[in-house]
Structure formats: structure tokens, C-alpha cells
């Protein structure tokens, strides 16, 4: 088996206590809530924090609340227990698939929410032991100098591979991120930035504490994920699609998010003139090409990356027929 | 039960549980990495960062002086090299003076505990001058130059020969160019079958222990006690009664635990430097670095046929990915040809093998070794034949048949042959006659079939002692004790001993003890390989039982004054059917015998027939007491659009001879054709090459990456067993542990061409491969579902 570095491990059980410590340790201490991205990433040595402040006991972090039309999770809530809530289920049940979507029963039974916003972003050039890193040689965005992926340039590409950011950005989530200075929002639409190292805009010091979620009953929501195998599996392609419905049926706004595929997922552009209230085929199709037309997966997985890009037609379109029958719960399907 | 005598047995045949099962299914069982001995030291393997380097030093000198390092070991003290196979000793415990792959191991430190191990590995100093690296098996085969410059891998063996070739293998039997020239239909193709690994729960560990007098014990997770105790003893240069080996249970090995590997010489000589017992775990990455899986095989079929589908001829060509190390390689070579002779009737063959070196982690024996790939091949090979001729592929595989009591063309003998009722139980179980070739598009069925050997006739080492040895022994509390030679690796093998005791002994189940994997205290048996341990070791195991059971029936007629034939041992008694007084528990039975004949003990053997060979060179390889049949039927939908196949069903029969206990079967069925499935659709042991970071490097050494299914995508299994009764297996038993994965790959090849009417010929069937072909006939505009042959004929008719 392989062997963790060694660390102090602290539990506070208040937030103010954590931003203490994370305040006093700086670049010598992480976070750890369920693990199931830092543990292995520590074994790899990709990470060797001298202290990890773990998040389970912080009160603040807990708990999913339904509150006048805003869905409100700890951090820390885990990705089983999302799944499995009557609220989530009734008012977003996209986010509910897409945390049921991740890795495996046990996996889900600790990981969480924040966690899976704060994932790592994944390289078949950097999720390895050190050993094979070592005989590597290393890359650009652990301990190298040089990028496997495009062997070219500074730029890390890693790929963004959570399975709830790009539902939350459909919903037009928020994170909230507390510091010993204060605390802050922001949207998880912009969340992500392009840099493969470190794609999120957390800074030091700062823990992501919750996530807000707004329900707009005329909004429908879809998921689907492609993987190789039914669980236990990162996705090769994730899509995210909502839309508001008017009574009558006739669709006003499209929105759509893709990832799997580059350092931050990508919101699709272009969409706004294919919209004219109708989302029958044609429509569809056009979104999909359109879709297909901005992503350019890199080989960055060992995945036939060609394939990958063929895909995102056909997943996006499989995803926009799923809204014409989603309630306003939302709905998902498996590629 | 479709053939066969039910037979009248009290044991045999019942649906038990294995007598391990508790203890395994509730954690009490303890594996190897489970036991902890006083003073115990933890070791770990300094591995080579360099598919291709000479070693010009290692300096230990750092590592030695870490606090907490008991003892330090490199190659040179080892040199004695070492394989599976005696004709091919090309590793060592430790490289000498040369890595050959990303993972070879080059130094082994024991220390207090294993983050001590580690530490002092980075202090250990190796300097490599690089070498060129190959890692294509054609490339490998046309390199010229010498050993010392880095072109070959190995010295070639004899001067002007090529370094990188393991073995050479031609073999014609019959006239193959004028059967194919005398052909009304001929097929030619290329197939790929890419390696794959066996990733058994269980990581390999040892632990070696030295005592006082100079004695080694070594405990390991092996597959071959046997043979690991006579390597040790070799590479160790100690006399083989000073070493004792001992097996604990096995968590899973399918091949890749049946040689010795750098961990099991490296935990004994550590013991016996430090003077402390010493364990070494693989870690998962060490063990897709230790591989010994599936050869990745190019391979070039043609066969020939006539219009009326009978078969004319089969000419192919074969080059083997070996990896760095020979392994079980020429056995490889040879199987990749000699196993394809059943169970069709073959009037002409011939095949041309050659087994290339390669700087990747050597490749070995996989469940099916040898001839899973070329059963990939050759099935699909048929299966086109059958388009081409019109002919339902049911019906052509029938027209071929070899049929049983017969030879193949090179020679073997084959006994008993259930593979028509296996045709026939897929194809009524699948509802073949209606729905193939009726499916809606994107939805089809594809059948496969294939033969396996019930263990390799002849040892791995020449010599003419027993294969396997089984001692019992019973007392007067009633108790049997079996002390068996025999490897439980989690196909049930203890079980099935102790179902042969109970059925001869005629004592309850929970009244037999097995005793295994000691090599102090147990007869030899050659291992869990090559399927041979039901048919061998269960014979020796009757053999003992009959002995010692013979004393018993003796001593209680002479007690009823009656005829030892007479008595019966049943049911937890002893008795003469024909005479109602005559009746006593079999406690009473056994003190009676343990009264007149003194301790009762004996020991039983099982050696195979000598003449059921080829007459050529090469002819005893693939040569086998008994084979196995088997014919799958797989169900998949194809996603035409992303390439994503889902096999929803396969039907698996298969002739097993008779089924000591048909649970067992059953799971071994179900795990061959699900391992089978998983390297159809998924598995792949690839590397990178310089273009990709570095040559050599694997792909992706964790179970994350080197995916297998998991119980979501593994489809409905349904069992079908077909009892054929051989002559000369135990209560005619045959194997059932690897035969049972050959037709899956190509029934699901078949099923996606049924499908969608594309050919897959490169494994694995992966989405992006699968819609690549998906858009190379979609842009040809032949995307369709495949005709019915009966349609074809109407419309040639019209």
C-alpha cells in the first residue's frame, strides 16, 4: 500500500478556529473534509502539507437548507447525503444526479460538496505515483518544468473533472468563502479560471463554507455524464444544460456548461439567436453543432481525444431532448 | 444435465459451500500480508525509473547508515538467474548489470517498518548509462547489432541470432496450401488482441524467515509452492530440504502468482542477511509492474472452406509481445498455436509464432494462456466465413465438429467432447433460431465456442514423479484429515478435496479437514496452473481415499464375516445394503479398521498417460489428460451514435465433465466469462511511448486507470453446465476455471457485427474504437444490420 507523508492532523470544531489555524500554518496546511481527493493525492505526492485542518466537525459547514426559494448546503454536506435529500431531490434533482453520478457508494459516503467544487483538476501526466513521476520526469504542473500534454508553452491543462460545478453554474449557484478578514460570494460561474495548476479563485486563508442555490420553478435542468465504466469513474465529458420554460411551454433562455475537457469547464456561447422559443430538433441540433464547434479536448486523459470531441454534440443534444420532458425539477440521463 | 450418467453419489454434485467460505466472507481468514512474526522487518524494492539502462554502480552506503535499516540487498549478490521454464532462465532476483523495463528491480532494503524502507531507497545511489529501447514487438524482431551496445535485451543464445526473440514456433500439420487452394471460400484478416493484466484483489506478499541451522521458511501468496521452493533453493544456493515454503490463502491469482518473483528471493535473502524475519507487499502499482498477463498478439488468419461449409484449411501467423523476461513464454508460443485444433475438425494447419522481447513488464500466463487470443481470431475468422457462405454460424460451427474419442490434426488425444450440447444449450437458452439476425438495429447476438486443456500433461521440468500427491489419514474419533499438496487460490480447491473425502469416506462434510500449502507437511503437487488441479489432484485424492477406505471395508466385513465389496460407507455409516442388521456409525467403522490395520494413513498420486501427445517437436506442449468445451452466446446493444456497447446477457455452457459441486462451476463460469467481457470491452495494459512523456512508462498502473467493470456494467450470466462424464477424470470430472472466458471476446465481437454490421478486429472493443468503425461505414453508406442468411439466398434467387 502506499504510505501518506507525515502530518499534524487538527479537528476544529468551530470555523473561527480553523481560519486560525490555517491563518498560523499558511502554505504548511490544507483543508480536508471527506478526503477522497486530498488522501490519494498525498499518497502520490502531489500534496505534503504539514497540517491538515479537517472540516468534518465545523458546524458552520453542515447542513442543507431550503430557504425562501434558495437551496443552502454546507461544505461539507456529503455527496450521499445531497443525493438523498427530499429538497435537493424536489428542487434540483440535476444537482442530485450528478453527486450520484460520482465515483462509487463509498466514495459518496465521504466525499462532499465542496470538496467536488474545490477538485483538483486531473492529468494522466500527473495523477501517479512519484515513482512514475520520477521516471516522468515530471510535468509542468507538479515539481516539472515541461507540459506531456501539448509539449508546448507554460500552460497547464489539466482537466476540470468534478460532476456538480457545471449543474451549478446552470443553476447559477454561489459559493460562499470565509476568511479571518471576512467573507465573500461568488458566483460558481466564475469560479473556475483557466490555469490547470490551480483553477479555482480560492485564495489563502480563505474556506469554502456553502453553497447557494436559487430555484426558479420555470427552470429545467439536465445531466448527463460520459464515462467508460458505470461507476468508480471520472467523467470524459460532463453536460450541464437549463433552460426557463413559460407556461405555454415555449423555452426564453438556454444556458449550457461542458467540462471533462479543458482546466475550467466551459460555458457555451453562441447559443442566444438559436432560440426562438422552440427547442424541437432542428433547434437542438444547431445548439449541439454549436456546442461541438468550441471544444477542442486535449490528451490529457488517455482517451481518444477525437472521440471525446465527437461527443459533445451528441451528449449536449441528448441533454436538450432530456429538457423537453424534464419537469422543473430538472432530469438526467446516463451517455 | 444434459448427458452423462447423474451417477449415485451422496457428495458429488450436491450444491455445497465451500468449506473456506465463512471464514473468508466474515475476514477471519488470514492471507499472507495478515500474519505478523516477532522481530518482523518490513522491506521494499528499489525499482528502475528506465525502460533500458546498464547499472555502472550502486552505491548503498547512505541507505546503510539510516537509523533503523537492518540489512541492504543488490543484484550481485543473487547471480544466479532464474525462470519458470528451465530452457529460459534469463532473470534475477535483482538486475545484475542491467534494467529492462520501467519496474525492474534493482535493490531491496529491510528496515523497522516500511516509511524507513522508503527513506532509505531514495538514499540508495544507482547510476544507468541509457540504452536504446524497444517497445514494438516487430521492431524488435528486426533489430541487428550486439548485446553490449543496447539493441538486444537479452544475449541472443546462440552467435548471429537475434537477442530479442524468445522462441520460434512452425508447426504444419496436414496439407495446408492445397487445402486452401482446393477452397470455395477463403477469409484473411488481421486481429489484435491487446495485454491485459490480471488484477487479483490480492497484491503479492512474502515473508522470509532464516532460522538458526541455516533453515528458510518463505511464506508467499503464490500459485506454485513447488516450483517457487525449487527456484529458492537455486537462487538462494541452499540445499531444497533446508527450505520449506507455505501458502497461505490465496486472495486471487489467476496466473499471476504461478512463478517466483523478485519479492519472494528478496524477503529470503533479507532474512537471512538481518537475522529477522522480513515481509515484502507489492504495492497495486508493483503488481501491474510484475504483470505476467495476457501477451499482446498481431495475428494473421486465413482459413479456408467449402461451399457446403466444410472447413479446407487454417494458415496463421503469430508474433507475441513478450515484455522484458521469457516467463512462460515458449509455452506461449506454443499454445498460441497447438490449443486451436478443437473442437473444430481441422483437415490442414498450420501456424508460424514468434515471441518478441520488449522493454515492458514481461507478460505471462492469463486464465486461458495462450489461447484466448487466438480464439478471438478465429472465431471472428468463422463467423465471417459463415457471412460469406450464408451460413447460420450455429450451423457452420456444427458442420465442423471434431467429435470426442479422436485425435486433433497435431496429434492430441481428446476423450470425452460435450461441445455440440454446449452449441445446443446457448442456442436454445438464447433463443438463437428466432432472434438472430431479428434484432431492431443497434441490438444482436453472436456465438463463439472454443476447447481448454484439464491441466498440461507433462511437468515443467522434465521428470517422471507424480503431478500431483494428496495424503489422508482417519482415526478413531470418526475426524478425516486431508494433507493436500494442492494451491487453494479461491477456486475452492480444499473444498472440492474434501468433497472427495466425504464421498468416499461416506463421513459428514464438517467431519473432513483439509490441510494445505506447506511444503513440509504435504505431498507436491506442480500447482494451480493450466487447470490441472480438479482432474489431477482430485484423482490422487481418490486414489488415497480408495486405499485407505479399502482397509476400512476389509476390517468391518471381516467383523460381519462378510464380503469387503459389500460394505457400504455412507451417510455417516457403514453398511451392507443387502443385509438390514448389518449397519454401524462410521466412528465404530474406523476404530474397527484402526484395530486391525494399526494407524490408518495413506497417500495417493496422480501422474498422466503417456501416449496423448504429437510425435514431433513440440508435440507434448498443449497435450492434456482431458479438454474442455464450451460455447457462449453474448446479447449486446450498440450505442450507434457514441460507440458505447452494453452486453446484456451472455449465455455461457460449457462440458465440465461432471460438476463435483455445480455452484462451484457455476462461479467459475461466471467469472470467466466476466473476465473474459472485461478485456473485451475495457482492459488494456498499454504504455507510453517517447512521443507521450517517456517510452516505456505504463499508462496507468492503478485500478482507476486500468479499468475492469464493476458489477453496474457487468451483464446478466447465465450458466449452462453440460456433464460429458470423462473416462479418466475424477468421477469424470474436467476443468472448468479457464475454458469458460475463450468465446466470450468473440461472442461479443460476432454480437456488435449482428448488431450494427461492423467488424471490431482490435481489442478492446472500447466506445472510440467502436465508433470509428461505426463512422467508417456510416461515410461508406453500408451501416446496416447484417442480412439473414435466408434473406440473402431469396435475394440471390430474385
Known sequence: MLRLPRYEYHRPRRLDDALQLLDRHGDEARVVAGGTDLIPNMKHRLFEPGHLVALSAVEELQGIRWDDGVLDVGAAVTLDALSRNPEVRRHASALADAARHVAGPQIRNRATLGGN???????????????????LGFC????????????????CVAAHSADTPPVLMVLDAEVELRSSKGSRAVPVREWFVADGIHNTRLEA??????????????????????????????????????????????????????????????????????????????????????????????????????????????????????????????????? | MSRGERGDFAVIGQRLRKIDGLAKSTGRAAYTDDLVLPGMLHGKILRSPHPHARIVSIDTSRAEALEGVHGVLTGGELPTPYGIIPWTPDENALA????????????????????????????????????????????????????????????????????????????????????????????????????????????????????????????????????????????????????????????????????????????????????RPVKILYTREEVFYAHRGRHPFDMWYRTGMTRDGRLTGVDARIVLDGGAYASF????????????????????????????????????????????????????????????????????????VLGSHTRTINELRVTSNGFLECLEAVERASGWKERWRRLPFGRGLGVAGSTYISGTNYPIYPNDMPQSGIQVQIDRSGRVAVFSGGSEIGQGTDSAMAYIAAEEFGVPLEHVRVYRGDTDFTPVDLGAYSSRVTFMLGNACVDACRRLKAQVCSAVAEYWEGDPDAVILRGGRAFDPAEADRSMPIRQAFQLAEARWGTLGATGSYNTPKDVHGSYRGGTIGASPAYSFTAHVAEVEVDPETGVVRVEKIWIAHDCGRALNPVLVEGQMEGSAYMGFGEALMEEQVFKDADHGRAGLHDAPSLLDYRMPTSLDTPDLEAHIVESVDPEGPYGAKE?????????????????????????????????RVWRALEEARRAGRLAKPAHPAERVAEGAS
Open chain 1, 117 to 135: 467544487v474545490c477538485l483538483d483538476t486531473r492529468c494522466t501526466y500527473y495523477n501517479q505515483t512519484e515513482f512514475w513521476r520520477t521516471a
Open chain 2, 736 to 768: 472448468a476455471g479457464e475454458g469458460p472466458l475463450h468465446p466470450s471476446i468473440p461472442a461479443i465481437a460476432n454480437a456488435i457485427h449482428d448488431a450494427v454490421g461492423v467488424r471490431v478486429d482490435r481489442l478492446p472493443f472500447s466506445p472510440p
Open chain 1, 140 to 155: 509542468l504542473k507538479k515539481d516539472g518544468d515541461t507540459c506531456h500534454v501539448t509539449r508546448v508553452g507554460r500552460k
Open chain 1, 205 to 335: 486563508g480563505e474556506i469554502l463554507t456553502r453553497i447557494r442555490i436559487p430555484i426558479h420553478p420555470a427552470t429545467r435542468c439536465s445531466y448527463r455524464k460520459l464515462r467508460q465504466r458505470q461507476a468508480v469513474d471520472f467523467p470524459l465529458l460532463t453536460v450541464a444544460v437549463g433552460a426557463d420554460f413559460a407556461s405555454d411551454g415555449r423555452v426564453s433562455e438556454i444556458r449550457g456548461v461542458v467540462t471533462g475537457l479543458g482546466s475550467r469547464p466551459r460555458w457555451l456561447t453562441g447559443w442566444d439567436d438559436l432560440v426562438d422559443g422552440s427547442l424541437d430538433d432542428d433547434v437542438v441540433d444547431a445548439l449541439a453543432q454549436r456546442a461541438g464547434a468550441q471544444c477542442r479536448p486535449l490528451e490529457n486523459m488517455i482517451v481518444d481525444p477525437e472521440w471525446r470531441r465527437a461527443m459533445v454534440p451528441v451528449e449536449v443534444g441528448r441533454a436538450l431532448r432530456t429538457l423537453r420532458s424534464a419537469g422543473p425539477a430538472g432530469a438526467s440521463l446516463e451517455a
Open chain 2, 96 to 275: 545484475v548489470d542491467r534494467v529492462r523495463y520501467v519496474g525492474d528491480g534493482v535493490a531491496a532494503v529491510a528496515a523497522v517498518d516500511e516509511d524507513t524502507a522508503l527513506q532509505a531507497l531514495d538514499l540508495i545511489e544507482v547510476e544507468y548509462e541509457l540504452l536504446p529501447v524497444v517497445l514494438d514487438p516487430r521492431q524488435a524482431l528486426e533489430a541487428k547489432g550486439t548485446y553490449e551496445a543496447g539493441d538486444y535485451i537479452h544475449p541472443p543464445r546462440k552467435e548471429g541470432w537475434n537477442g530479442n526473440v524468445t522462441k520460434m514456433v512452425k508447426l504444419e500439420f496436414g496439407d495446408v496450401d492445397g487445402g486452401l487452394a482446393a477452397a470455395d471460400l477463403e477469409v484473411e484478416g488481421e486481429y489484435w488482441f491487446e495485454g491485459t493484466t490480471h488484477a487479483a484483489i490480492e497484491p503479492h506478499c512474502a515473508i522470509g524467515l532464516f532460522e538458526g541451522t541455516g533453515r528458510l521458511t518463505v511464506w508467499s501468496s503464490t500459485q506454485v509452492p513447488h516450483y517457487l521452493h525449487r527456484e529458492l533453493a537455486r537462487v538462494l544456493r541452499l540445499d531444497p530440504a533446508e527450505v520449506r515454503v507455505i501458502q497461505p490463502p490465496v486472495g486471487g491469482a489467476f496466473g499471476g502468482k504461478s512463478e517466483p518473483f523478485d519479492l519472494e528471493f528478496c524477503v529470503a535473502a533479507l532474512a537471512r542477511k538481518t537475522g
Open chain 2, 329 to 400: 513464454g515458449l509455452v506461449t508460443t506454443y499454445y498460441s498455436g497447438q490449443l486451436l485444433t478443437a473442437p473444430y475438425d481441422l483437415p490442414a494447419y498450420r501456424f508460424d509464432s514468434t515471441r518478441a522481447y520488449t522493454n515492458k513488464p514481461a507478460c505471462g500466463p492469463k486464465r486461458g494462456h495462450g489461447s484466448v487470443q487466438p480464439r478471438f481470431a478465429f472465431e471472428v475468422q468463422l463467423d465471417k466465413l459463415a457471412q460469406l457462405g450464408g451460413f447460420d454460424p450455429m450451423e457452420l460451427r456444427r458442420k465442423n
